[in-house]
């Protein structure tokens, strides 16, 4: 990265870069989920473990609201809060118990998954740094980390066909977390690039923008690694969650 | 873990039991660094990563002083920072510095190193975590999660006679960091050890310190299973350290 200024057309440029570049859509796990070539194990491995991502993300989303001097911002940004939370009540349900639709329909123990109990550390110490990160860098920072929406569309689409197709387990209802977020991504991500073309106007925000975008894609990527290494390459991780756990409906 | 009480020598064995069950020792890539089977650039993923969490031990124990009321704690827990930051000027030069001369023996350009530049997210994720442990925890529990030097001594014999005797690019001058842990890790585990046994006197306080000791041996295992995975699977990693990057002296 030069200490060159970039027109917002050419931080935009750069930050799709990124996404090109190191975006989990590339990752092995991803292409082998999406291509029917998991098991329901395998299946499960991931859901259990991503809901240790999704019960990060509205988290996340308190501690940039709670850095928002401006109200305006906050009127805007507390829409991701109801998001993923949902009401009181049952309806709109929300993206979590969306997500608990998912891990029913494979058959887990809701007790289990909200526990945590078997997610694996990696898994964790990644949500962590996300809530460290908006917690601690400059909420210039905070916001641009959420830029990975603007690439999620695209994984959705070709996970939810994939699902649908190859897998026998999963239903349009037990994926239906993503049918709002195709609508809700798209309208994250296009208000906070133009936030971040706004607001990143200097070499240094426009470094700092940059590196974030890498830091959440590389946070992203990290859960798949490790649960590609546990649970693809069978490698042994004491205390992770083992096929059978929290599993109350045999469903192979 | 049930809600009954244990005496200190019951929760030393279970301490115990948990080194047995879960300390990296048993990790493959240690057996695998120790018999001579890794490449000199697998050994130098390890050297690389590594300095991230050696970065991070001075930092930790820097965040449990600054928690200690009581000024005969701090007047010995002091003694670990001491051990890793070494003195002003060169002697004595402390454990950071020894661990350079290991990825200076290894060829390793040390700005490369210190920048953690090439550090692999998931191994940065894990030292995060432990910082923010010892931070946010009980401080018995932020004691308590130093216990896995009860375990240390074991590996590092094997460490240094293994790698010693099979990789020509290993000497006992570069491995020079392991013997001064040889005699500071059983001083400061004995300390730890005889401290968790005095403080952890209800079911509670002593399922949070078996707690502490199974989340610092999950983030020691976490560096390993993402190292082992990028480094010997051969698993792309956007933006990771590659072979030859930051490497001043070729000695394949």
Sequence with gaps: MSARCLAPRGLEAALRKIGDE???????FH???????????????????????QRTVPLKDAAILARMDDVELRRIWRQRIHDHDGEIG????????RWLVLTDG??????????????LPAVRFACGAYLQFVRE???????????TEMFSPMIIQQRVAGM?????????????????????????????????????RTPQTQ??????????????????????????????????WA????VTEPMT
């Design 22 to 28: 190191r975006y989990h859509h590339l990752h092995p």
């Design 31 to 53: 292409q082998r989920l999406h291509s029917g070539g998991c098991t329901i194990d395998e299946v499960r491995a991931w859901a259990l473990n991503r809901y240790c991502y």
């Design 90 to 97: 049952d309806a709109p349900e929300g993206g979590l118990r």
């Design 106 to 119: 494979l058959g887990l123990d809701r007790k289990y998954i909200v526990s945590m109990d078997g997610a």
């Design 137 to 147: 860098r400059s909420l210039l920072e905070a916001i641009a980390s959420s830029l």
């Design 164 to 200: 649908l197709a190859h897998y026998d387990f999963i239903t349009e209802e037990t994926l239906r977390y993503f049918d709002h977020r195709m609508s809700e991504a798209p309208r994250d991500a296009d208000w906070t690039l133009h936030y971040v073309k706004e607001h990143a």
């Design 207 to 240: 470094k700092a923008v940059l590196e974030a975008l890498k830091f959440k894609c590389g946070m992203l990527w990290a859960q798949l690694d490790a649960i590609e290494h546990v649970y693809v390459n069978g490698a042994p991780a004491p205390g992770a």
């Design 243 to 246: 096929p059978g756990t929290g």
